[in-house]
């Protein structure tokens, strides 16, 4: 199924645009992306709460739960600018690993495919030459 979800959006207009000061909040951003594995597109990162909530709202798993609830209404809420998008950020992670979607916890479960190539591939092999613990009594 094709996806076409974009994180190089900038949509703009009156339905976006806050209240105070005329601000797109679709352009507002996290400090530090959340990378997902969905179901249907693979890969995506997600760089803030408006691209968070295109997700939810349209390829989310399972559209229950209390941490999808919470991240969706999050997510509009810092997009009218009621809401810090830091806190929303952490209500999406929290989402997102109650949907199963956290590549990292994938990867600890043995749910996530090795890659061929480009980023996760390197990151999966640069953790994987890491030596090993051994716990010795």
């Known amino acids: 199924m094709p996806c076409f979800f974009d994180n190089s959006w900038n949509i703009s207009g009156s339905a976006l645009l806050p209240a105070f000061g005329g601000t797109n909040m679709s352009a507002v951003s996290w400090s530090i992306p959340v990378e997902l594995r969905m179901p249907h597109s693979g890969m995506q990162t997600v760089h803030g709460p408006f691209a968070a ?60 495919p090795f890659a061929t190539g480009g980023k996760l591939h390197q990151s999966i092999n640069a953790s994987a030459e890491s030596p090993p613990v051994v716990n010795r009594p």
Not at 71 to 96: H, K, M, N, Q, Y
Request: proline share 7%; net charge neutral; glycine share 6%.
């Open 53 to 112: 909530l295109i997700l939810l709202m349209d390829e989310w798993p399972v559209r229950s739960g209390p941490a999808y609830v919470s991240a969706r209404s999050s997510c509009r809420a810092a997009i009218d600018g009621r809401e810090a998008p830091e806190e929303t950020r952490e209500r999406f992670v929290l989402a997102a690993r109650e949907a199963g979607l956290l590549p990292s916890e994938m990867r600890r479960e043995g749910k996530l």
